[in-house]
């Protein structure tokens, strides 16, 4: 059986930069088991599911070792693959049911707008080995349904920053992982940040936060 795949680098507006995402358009059901076998083959950070339903689509998101309730980069180029191919027209927002509900994306000039649900982490103490896994002394750290939030120093700790993956994963318990963040020092960005979630089967996302 032969099936056609789309790669997109979400943003970025440079080749073989931004975050890559596999996008799978999908003309019958399949099974979660070989959803999994094929991101698995990809080996991107995530490989999208799309399945055409009554009223917009279906979206699932599985990275190389499990599937994710949310994914922001891959949901963006899902949405760009439907209106590129056809499946829909440019002007047509892009509705997607997930297991984190519904999610639309629109064509907006020359970029694509998200309404996704706000994710606000809570302080919360970090777990054990959560900061010795990071290498890092923290300012702030919070935590939401999927990750920790650990705000540092300054945007050279982040840089810096040399996890221990393994200990990183046992830390972060249930949790897919840890976003690393800290003031730019550019005054053309607010933020700079780095997503690792060993948990979920990502050693470090390329673009994320």
Known sequence: MSMIVYQVDAFTDE????????????????????MQSVAREMNL?????????????SLRWFTPTVEVDLCGHATLASAHVLWETGELP???PARFRTRSG???ARRQR????????????????????LLEALGV?????GRNRLDYLVEVE??????ALEPDFKLLKSASGKGRGAIVTSRSDSPDYDFVSRYCAPG??????????
């Open 102 to 104: 519904l999610l639309t």
């Open 154 to 159: 300054s945007e050279k700790a982040v840089r």
């Open 110 to 129: 020359d970029g694509i707008e998200l309404d996704f649900p706000a994710e606000p982490a809570q302080a919360a103490p970090a777990p054990p080995g």
């Open 200 to 209: 979920g089967g990502i050693v470090e996302d390329p673009v994320n936060g």
């Open 45 to 57: 950070s995530e490989t999208a599911f799309v399945e055409r339903r009554p009223g917009g689509f």
């Open 15 to 34: 080749p073989f930069a931004g975050n890559p995402a596999m996008v799978c358009l999908l003309s019958e059901r399949r099974e979660d088991s070989w």
């Open 90 to 92: 440019p002007e047509a």
């Open 137 to 141: 002394t923290a300012n702030f750290v």
